[in-house]
């Protein structure tokens, strides 16, 4: 079977690689909405469970929707480092600004 062929045939199935991903992340985060409001847990445990759901559904969607497993591996992995420091830098300079942005008020 050459290339063309094979394209056509994965262009033609249905996606229920990503119709079962979109539902997990639908459920996964309906997950973590009940442990944050209604589980009633310790606020450790809460922040836990929550970080465990996140990279879950993190690895999940990288696997399932951004095909990490396809291309280059050096591209690939240059990219998720470039993302690992971005999302850092955001999540840092958030906590930071909500942390000590209100002292001069």
Same mark, same amino acid.
Not at 28 to 50: E, H, I, N, P, Y
């Given at each position: ?12 199935? #249905? ?7 979109? &539902? +997990? /992340?639908?459920? $996964?985060? !309906?997950?973590? @909405?009940?442990?944050? #409001? ?7 445990? &809460? +922040? /836990?469970?929550? $970080?465990? !759901?996140?990279? @879950? ?49």
């Amino acid at each position: 079977m050459n290339e063309k062929e094979n394209i056509q045939e994965n262009h033609d199935r #249905f996606p229920w690689k990503l119709v079962i991903g979109f &539902v +997990l /992340s639908i459920v $996964l985060t !309906l997950l973590t @909405l009940w442990v944050a #409001f209604r589980s009633g847990f310790q606020d450790k445990m &809460v +922040l /836990s469970l929550m $970080l465990l !759901l996140a990279f @879950l559904q993190a690895g999940m969607q990288l696997v399932l929707f951004m095909h990490v497993r396809e291309g280059e591996g050096t591209v690939q992995v240059s990219n998720m480092v470039h993302a690992f420091f971005t999302a850092i830098i955001i999540v840092a300079g958030s906590v930071w600004v909500m942390s000590f942005g209100m002292h001069n008020h």
